[in-house]
């Protein structure tokens, strides 16, 4: 039987090669996923499981961040491998050419794979390094079935979270993202209710994270989606966080979504500039915003908003409008970004137009950009004429606006009073930085951290980190432990994770920002409790 071998990046969990694995075993081959994490190639690692495995066929799945990354593991097995080599995913599809040039794989995949599968598989041996276009399926059920490999499979029942995607491509066309070049197409919601309950049935999984921008501006999709779930009798649950556009939330939206038992709305407000949400052909307004936060507050949602800084042409007038609508709307947590220029964007073209970057950088190859993979959210390049100490300056106000640091350590005083463990998932960004800012100070009870996602790869590790990784073997067991997690169906994840491994002898404390957390009270009373 013929095999096919696929390597992801970043994180173990990609749609779209789990649905063309799943399209492969359906054509007579046998398919299976390699991850490789952020923190390292792993190169002998790969050729060890290739030698074991044999594939005839190997595709690298990859985003436009992972590129280095990519190439410099395509590079170290090229020579020990004699299977082809062909590449695909979002980068290869926007800069096909980019990574033709560099003469690693035996072809390259430009677009949807799925359409074109069929005819890959058949004549691959032939494949001489040729750019071929990818094109859709016709049957749109096939978009909805996964192939899951073993390691993703126990990443799934150990956090009994799985990522599910209603939808392709992205009807908005904002001049920073490349979705919108991609055709909308909704999945059917049938298909997307059958895919959660195979997944909460074959594996455990409780917790939906829906990777749709737009999930939550349908509502008469919404109903559809909660009624059939109903109907079925599952206790599965939906996602308790999911996205949505501020121009398109509303208060009928957001009761759907409390039916359904989602606790947090995520917007990607990005700026509270009007000149700036037009120059981004962001489609909405500051009123759009302040309404979508003032909606979630009135029907009891958590409220979190994404902010993006360092965008060309950003300045001061731009940054204190956002600050204004902070401090005015008052949502429950903000997400602060820099602009990163990826390929396939508008505003990518537009960053070489007008000089944001170097002379020297191609505008084809992306060859010139060296992410630092463990945390993209983190700034990736500084762009010319963008002053970044006045961005920094605007992030720090508004993380004093949400007074976020202030409650978290006069909580944390009272946690460290007893020997304590962080535990949650370095998926997360927020809970790498929330690391990084408790290892910045002096604990006298820190047992270190435990991350429930082994996969994930964001790890401190440095001899000046005081918050390091928790050795159970070596390690006393923990007073009680603490989660960025505020009180809602992730922090039941976690709390199972806690009751695992110690029993119902460490409670679980939550120390997140939202208002559905563990107060000084609460904290003081646990601590009265367990003595």
Same mark, same amino acid.
């Given at each position: 039987m013929n095999k096919l071998l696929m390597i992801i990046f970043t994180e173990n969990s990609n749609l779209g090669v789990s649905m063309l694995c799943s399209l492969t075993c359906k054509y007579g081959w046998e398919a299976d996923i390699y991850?490789?994490?952020?923190?390292?190639?792993?190169?002998?690692?790969?050729?060890?499981?290739?030698?074991?495995?044999?594939?005839?066929?190997?595709?690298?799945?990859?985003?436009?961040?992972?590129?280095?990354?990519?190439?410099?593991?395509?590079? %170290?097995?090229?020579?020990?491998?004699?299977?082809? &080599? +062909?590449? /695909?995913?979002? =980068? !290869?599809?926007?800069?096909?050419?980019?990574?033709?040039?560099?003469?690693?794989?035996?072809?390259?995949?430009?677009?949807?794979?799925?359409?074109?599968?069929?005819?890959?598989? %058949?004549?691959?041996?032939?494949?001489?390094?040729? &750019? +071929?276009? /990818?094109?859709? =399926? !016709?049957?749109?059920?096939?978009?909805?079935?996964?192939?899951?490999?073993?390691?993703?499979?126990?990443?799934?029942?150990?956090?009994?979270?799985?990522?599910?995607?209603?939808?392709?491509?992205?009807?908005?066309?904002?001049?920073?993202?490349?979705? /919108?070049?991609?055709?909308?197409?909704?999945?059917?919601?049938?298909?997307?209710?059958?895919?959660?309950?195979?997944?909460?049935?074959?594996?455990?999984?409780?917790?939906?994270?829906?990777?749709?921008?737009?999930?939550?501006?349908?509502?008469?999709?919404?109903?559809?989606?909660r009624k059939i779930m109903e109907e079925s009798n599952s206790k599965a649950a939906f996602s308790s966080q999911v996205s949505a556009k501020a121009d398109c939330f509303t208060a009928n939206i957001a009761q759907e979504l409390i039916r359904m038992g989602v606790e947090t709305v995520n917007f990607g407000i990005e700026t509270a500039s009007p000149k700036l949400l037009e120059f981004l052909n962001k489609r909405q307004t500051v009123d759009d915003a302040c309404r979508a936060v003032e909606v979630c507050h009135e029907n009891g949602l958590n409220c979190v908003i994404n902010l993006m800084f360092g965008i060309p042409t950003q300045d001061e007038e731009d940054y204190r409008c956002t600050l204004e609508f902070v401090k005015k709307a008052k949502p429950d947590s903000v997400n602060s970004f820099f602009y990163t220029p990826y390929p396939g964007t508008e505003l990518y073209d537009y960053c070489f137009e007008h000089q944001y970057l170097p002379e020297a950088f191609n505008k084809h190859r992306f060859d010139w950009f060296r992410p630092d993979i463990d945390g993209i959210s983190d700034l990736q390049l500084k762009l010319n004429k963008v002053d970044y100490d006045l961005a920094i300056n605007y992030i720090e106000?508004?993380?004093?606006?949400?007074?976020?640091?202030e409650t978290l350590f006069e909580r944390m005083e009272i946690v460290d009073l007893q020997p304590w463990v962080l535990i949650g998932t370095t998926r997360h960004y927020y809970y790498k930085t929330l690391m990084r800012k408790l290892a910045s100070l002096n604990w006298g009870n820190c047992l270190g951290y435990i991350d429930i996602d082994t996969e994930a790869g964001f790890n401190l590790e440095s001899k000046d980190d005081l918050l390091i990784r928790y050795n159970e073997k070596t390690s006393a067991p923990p007073f009680w432990c603490v989660t960025y997690s505020f009180l809602g169906s992730d922090f039941d994840v976690i709390e199972r994770q806690v009751k695992n491994r110690f029993g119902g002898d460490s409670p679980l404390i939550s120390i997140s920002s939202f208002q559905k957390s563990h107060t000084k009270a609460d904290i003081h009373r646990i601590l009265k409790d367990q003595i």
């Open positions: 991850f490789v994490p952020p923190n390292g190639n792993k190169s002998s690692d790969l050729a060890f499981y290739i030698e074991k495995y044999r594939p005839n066929l190997i595709g690298f799945s990859f985003k436009s961040w992972e590129r280095s990354q990519a190439l410099s593991l395509a590079e %170290d097995i090229q020579s020990i491998v004699p299977a082809k &080599i +062909i590449a /695909g995913g979002i =980068h !290869p599809s926007l800069m096909p050419k980019d990574i033709a040039l560099t003469g690693l794989f035996d072809a390259v995949v430009a677009g949807d794979g799925m359409g074109i599968w069929k005819e890959i598989l %058949d004549k691959y041996m032939g494949f001489s390094g040729e &750019i +071929i276009s /990818g094109k859709s =399926h !016709p049957n749109k059920e096939l978009y909805t079935e996964y192939f899951y490999s073993k390691s993703q499979i126990e990443r799934m029942k150990a956090t009994e979270t799985a990522t599910v995607l209603t939808a392709l491509g992205c009807p908005y066309n904002c001049r920073f993202c490349h979705s /919108g070049k991609q055709k909308f197409i909704s999945h059917p919601v049938e298909n997307i209710v059958q895919c959660v309950l195979k997944l909460y049935n074959n594996y455990g999984v409780r917790n939906f994270h829906f990777l749709d921008d737009l999930f939550a501006c349908n509502l008469n999709r919404l109903k559809k989606f106000q508004i993380d004093k606006v949400m007074n976020r640091d």
